[in-house]
């Protein structure tokens, strides 16, 4: 293997070769230039002087010289070899702790940083840079360690009831009739719509989401989105209103994914809404743009649940989340949608059975008297 020099070896090398050519300049100066400046000063201060006596100051000139330039090598030298010295070990710490936390990244330990340098911006933008690189990966690796558990402990329930209806047909106990399709039809299903959703949500959360983006009024999603779930408010007797203030500006959105995201809160809204309640959808100008919400008259969120109602599976209430059928990863799509849009989604309640308002911020798009809001109901 061909030997190549380190950091150190470099470093004495290139400061040697200054020294070495700052000395042969001195040394050409002193030794070619200083005799004839010697004796010019001698006639011009003593006048005639003897060859002998100007040949001697010359050889004690010359010598003077050689004795100094010699000091001068050595001091030299040395000095560089020692800012080579502390130079490395000042630099090469870093670079050090940088292999080590790659090192430990590289073995799986994500939660390797780089601490400050204090070597100047070139050091400071690479220890951000490898920083900012980490934190990305161990966000990637949260979210697949907790995606997979997550899907494991969702897929169990419609896994385990078509495992139990199949042993059932299997040993007689069953029978294939349209209950039992029924039963295994909704299964199925339930598990399809689990495999999107959560396509869907790790793709957005990723930034791999492709949005189809355009112009528009926010009563055209809005509308859609009431009407989407019309049949289930009515079926369940709970009224919803949709009211966008006049002078709401249109908002550069995909279209499909606004309309998704709105029916996702309002199904929320009416799984937690008891019959006789009622929802509210509206939609308003603010100072960043439009704001959207979806106010409810339910059973509201209790103060230590709000943090965590836009994470993927979570439910404050488990039983009854699940009887309802929920996959529990409708307000995690919401959000991560409203972010893809570089927009704000929050959720707010005074407390259980005091209702909840979920509010989405967008920012407008450029206005359009046209496209201007209206009041609508539905």
């Known amino acids: 293997m061909t030997w190549r020099p380190g950091l150190m070896a470099r470093l004495v090398m290139a400061q040697s070769l200054v020294v070495l050519v700052g000395l042969a300049t001195l040394s050409a100066v002193a030794f070619v230039v200083g005799p004839p400046l010697l004796r010019r000063h001698l006639r011009s201060a003593m006048g005639a002087v003897s060859p002998h006596v100007s040949r001697h100051l010359e050889d004690a000139f010359l010598a003077a010289g050689s004795i100094a330039l010699g000091i001068a090598i050595a001091a030299f030298l040395a000095a560089a070899v020692a800012a080579a010295v502390l130079i490395t070990r000042r630099l090469s710490r870093p670079l050090h702790d940088l292999a080590d936390a790659a090192d430990r990244v590289t073995a799986g330990d994500y939660t ?3 601490g400050p340098t204090l070597l100047g911006p070139e050091y400071e933008t690479l220890t951000s840079a490898f920083n900012t690189m980490a934190d990305a990966l161990e966000n990637t690796e949260r979210t697949r360690r907790r995606l997979l558990g997550d899907v494991a402990h969702e897929l169990r329930t419609p896994l385990a009831t078509i495992e139990a209806y199949v042993e059932g047909l299997a040993d007689g106990v069953r029978i294939l009739d349209a209950h039992t399709l029924d039963v295994l039809g909704a299964q199925t299903t339930r598990l399809h719509r ?9 793709r957005a959360e990723e930034h791999r989401l492709g949005l189809m983006r355009d112009t528009l009024p926010v009563a055209r999603p809005a509308n859609a989105a009431a009407a989407a779930v019309g049949p289930g408010f009515q079926a ?38 008891p019959a006789g309640g009622k929802v509210t959808l509206a939609a308003e100008p ?34 009854r989340d699940r009887e309802h059928g929920g996959s ?51």
């Not at 689990?194 to 869907?200: G, N, Q």
């Not at 439009?290 to 965590?308: C, F, K, N, Q, R």
Request: glycine share 10%; aromatic share 2%; hydrophobic share 40%.
């Open 286 to 319: 603010s100072d960043r743009g439009v704001v959207i919400s979806v106010a409810d008259t339910g059973e509201g969120i209790a103060p230590e649940h709000l943090p965590h109602v836009f994470e993927r599976f979570y439910r404050a209430d488990t039983a």
């Open 194 to 202: 689990l495999v999107e959703d959560i396509s869907l949500v790790s």
């Open 112 to 114: 390797a940083r780089l």
């Open 236 to 273: 369940k007797g709970v009224d919803l209103r949709v009211t966008v203030a006049p002078g709401t500006p249109p908002v550069d959105a995909d279209r499909d994914r606004l309309v998704q995201v709105l029916v996702n809160v309002l199904t929320n809204a009416l799984r937690h809404t």
């Open 328 to 378: 529990g990863i409708g307000l995690a799509i919401a959000r991560a949608l409203v972010h893809a849009h570089g927009g704000t989604i929050t959720a707010s309640s005074d407390g259980p059975g005091r209702g909840a308002v979920f509010r989405i911020g967008l920012p407008a798009a450029s206005d359009r008297p046209d496209l201007q809001g209206s009041n609508v109901e539905a």
